[in-house]
């Protein structure tokens, strides 16, 4: 029996709180702003380090037209 009633007043004291128990950001708006521009800059510079390392910011040397590739 008690068991039960401490799983479903655990349950009320989930359901009842938003978002994440420990929160990630500041409560302060301003402080909360400036991290949330700090992680949304790290996530755009992934995509510039996957391109580096898998050499995919090298300039194309390919024609942009076809060729044929034969003696004509």
Known sequence: ??????FLGAAALLAT????????YSGDPIRRAQEL???SEDLRAITDEWERIWFLDQPSHMT???THGGIL
């Open 1 to 6: 029996m008690t068991k039960a009633v401490w």
């Open 17 to 24: 709180s938003t978002g994440c128990l420990i929160p990630i």
């Open 37 to 39: 521009i700090y992680t």
């Open 64 to 66: 942009p037209w076809r």
